[in-house]
């Protein structure tokens, strides 16, 4: 019996798919363990709910207990912020290998640190952007003499681009780095100008399983905020970066992750692995043979252990969009063009409508009708 257990600790809505994924796989249970509101169990497809702590150490001790009784052959950390907290306990180096999302505790300082991730890709021999470490207006000097422009800043633990900016010039830099926190790490890097392509992976036990990779189409507002639209190919030079990537840092998980290809050269610049399911996941289906789902019963059978299989995508490139995601933008961005590829079903965006599942359906709709119409009804109705 294999069984699976997805922890989270924030409510977001990234994951609400994933237990879809692993039962359609053939898992035979998926359990689920977070607060009651949590998008986890905004679905049909999950075995057990079991609530977690409402404060941190309970909810830590808790899981830690649950990883050790549940015979679980595989935990799913959902969101960044347990990562972190998880990262910070006490582990011994047989839980950490359970319940954490890569199985090398000598690793464990590039989790939830972006850098310590710079750190552990340039110790391990993997191509990454050329920093430094920024803490106050002291460090202008090292960034003129060891980086070249453009730069971008980034704080260490954060999602979404939260303060995040591009810097042209010093002079830039230095007009914008008020923005920046005083004596907080912040990490920055040289802005490598090229291709950017984003991946989703799996791994397991170190093991390159499958992956989808994609350029952005849309972005919810800047270009570092979350994506809701991406426009899926097939990089096979890839592959083999990921292979090396996973043995190296010992990937037991599904992972976002992220390179510049910079054509000049062909080379492709590491900038992100962030070791946690997101929102594409689910949508691999529809862009290659050898999807997630397929990856998750070679999990299953032990097939992974031969190594990764290189399959064709099914089509020259294929776009996909998140209804949820999409829907919202449209709307607070007022994008009629948007809003009429999910009404005309353009690039056949219906096939990306959640509707195999009621209950996740009825959580969707609800949300965009509280977010949006909600208050303008109220406001309306206030008014007269």
Not at 289 to 309: D, L, Q
Request: with cysteine.
């Amino acid at each position: 019996m294999f069984k699976v257990l997805i922890a989270c600790y924030t409510n977001w809505d990234t994951s609400s798919e994933m237990p879809f994924v692993l039962k359609k796989s053939g898992v035979d249970v998926v359990d689920i363990y977070s607060g009651p509101k949590s998008w986890l169990i905004s679905n049909s497809y999950f075995d057990q709910w079991i609530e977690a702590g409402k404060d941190k150490k309970s909810y830590t001790e808790n899981l830690k207990e649950l990883v050790r009784k549940g015979n679980y052959q595989w935990v799913i950390m959902a969101d960044d912020e347990l990562i972190k907290i998880m990262n910070e306990e006490d582990l011994d180096e047989d839980l950490f290998k359970k319940l954490m999302p890569i199985n090398k505790i000598e690793n464990r300082y590039m989790l939830s640190s972006k850098i310590g991730f710079s750190s552990f890709c340039e110790s391990a021999g993997i191509l990454t952007p050329k920093y430094i470490t920024y803490n106050s207006p002291a460090d202008l000097e090292l960034i003129k003499s060891t980086l070249s422009f453009p730069i971008v800043n980034k704080r260490d633990f954060s999602s979404s681009g939260t303060d995040m900016f591009v810097s042209e010039t010093l002079a830039e830099f230095e007009a914008d780095m008020h923005m920046i926190p005083n004596n907080q790490n912040v990490l920055v890097q040289e802005y490598i100008v090229g291709t950017e392509i984003h991946v989703e992976g799996l791994f397991y036990d170190g093991v390159l399983v499958a992956y989808t990779n994609a350029h952005i189409v849309q972005t919810f507002s800047t270009k570092f905020s979350f994506t809701t639209r991406k426009s899926y190919f097939k990089d096979n030079n890839l592959s083999p970066l990921l292979i090396d990537l996973g043995k190296k840092l010992g990937l037991n998980s599904f992972c976002n992750i992220a390179y510049i290809y910079k054509e000049e050269t062909n080379q492709y610049y590491l900038f992100e692995v962030d070791p946690r399911p997101n929102s594409w996941i689910p949508y691999s289906r529809f862009i290659t043979t050898n999807s997630f789902f397929n990856g998750v019963k070679r999990i299953i059978s032990g097939e992974y252990k031969s190594g990764y299989v290189e399959t064709p995508i099914k089509k020259q490139e294929v776009e996909v969009a998140l209804f949820f995601k999409d829907m919202r933008r449209c709307f607070w961005k007022k994008d009629i063009k948007g809003l009429m590829r999910w009404v005309f079903n353009i690039h056949g965006y219906w096939r990306f409508l959640p509707f195999y599942d009621r209950k996740l359906s009825k959580r969707i709709i609800t949300s965009i009708w509280n977010e949006i119409f909600a208050p303008k009804f109220k406001k309306l109705f206030g008014k007269s």
